[in-house]
């Protein structure tokens, strides 16, 4: 079965940077649709950013546009989200997620049929 670990949270003070990684247990040929999500304390899982397998599609969500970099190294099966001028605000538990399509990506969490374990990032003031 396809797995999903992601790693690479910690805890910074505002302005700082993290970088998060998502290693899939197995290379597929398949195209997926692969994303961070991120979830807050007594808040609804959002996404973060979305990135297609075949280069086709990156988008972020508003609040960490120009400030996070989602990216993907095929060879090494991973996906990575470079955090930078991080926020209290961008605390949570941030998780990867993936699923097999050709259609365009899209960004609800429903679609999402791999999730990884999830990996915390704290960011204070």
């Known amino acids: 079965q396809w797995r999903l670990v992601d790693s690479g949270g910690g805890s910074v003070q505002a302005g700082g940077s993290l970088r998060l990684s998502c290693l899939t247990s197995e290379r597929t040929s398949a195209r997926r649709c692969m994303a961070w999500f991120r979830q807050a304390p007594g808040k609804e899982r959002e996404v973060v950013a979305v990135i297609a397998t075949d280069g086709s599609h990156t988008s972020y969500a508003d609040p960490v546009k120009g400030r996070f970099t989602i990216s993907q190294d095929n060879a090494k099966n991973t996906m990575y989200l470079q955090l930078d001028s991080l926020r209290p605000e961008d605390t949570g538990m941030y998780y990867c997620?993936?699923?097999?399509?050709?259609?365009?990506?899209?960004?609800?969490?429903?679609?999402?049929?791999?999730w990884g374990q999830g990996t915390q990032v704290t960011v204070s003031s």
């Open positions: 997620a993936a699923y097999i399509t050709y259609y365009d990506c899209i960004h609800d969490k429903v679609a999402y049929l791999y």
